[in-house]
Nanobody
Framework: QVHVEESGGGLVQPGGSLRLSCKWSDDSIWLVEWFRQAPGEQRERVGDVGRAGVSSYEDFAKDRFTISWGVTKRAAFLEMRNLTPEDTGVYYC??????????WGSGTLVTVSS
């Protein structure tokens, strides 16, 4: 069983930045996806990054979010800039390895408020 854990969430003012971390327990993870879920809304995909460091984003995230693969190779990061209250929600990491079901973390809460 692969353990996945997000961290780095918290309260931030509008216009601020946050860097979320996703860490996992297995070296065979080759793709990490970030999702978020606003209160009362469905979970939506933010983007992903592969082991080679290539990332892709949903349209809303292209200008303000950066997803990267960590140097340690058991971590990925979601950097968010110029945050707005609409970015409030629980952010989840999904780690994927070949031939296995995806592994989700329990999420980290981001609250953007003044």
């Amino acid at each position: 069983q692969v353990h996945v854990e997000e961290s780095g969430g918290g309260l931030v003012q509008p216009g601020g930045s946050l860097r979320l971390s996703c860490k996992w327990s297995d070296d065979s993870i080759w793709l990490v996806e970030w999702f978020r879920q606003a209160p009362g809304e469905q979970r939506e995909r933010v983007g992903d990054v592969g082991r080679a460091g290539v990332s892709s984003y949903e349209d809303f995230a292209k200008d303000r979010f950066t997803i990267s693969w960590g140097v340690t190779k058991r971590a990925a990061f979601l950097e968010m800039r110029n945050l707005t209250p609409e970015d409030t929600g629980v952010y989840y990491c999904k780690a994927v390895r070949p031939g296995d079901v995806p592994h989700w973390g329990s999420g980290t809460l981001v609250t953007v408020s003044s």
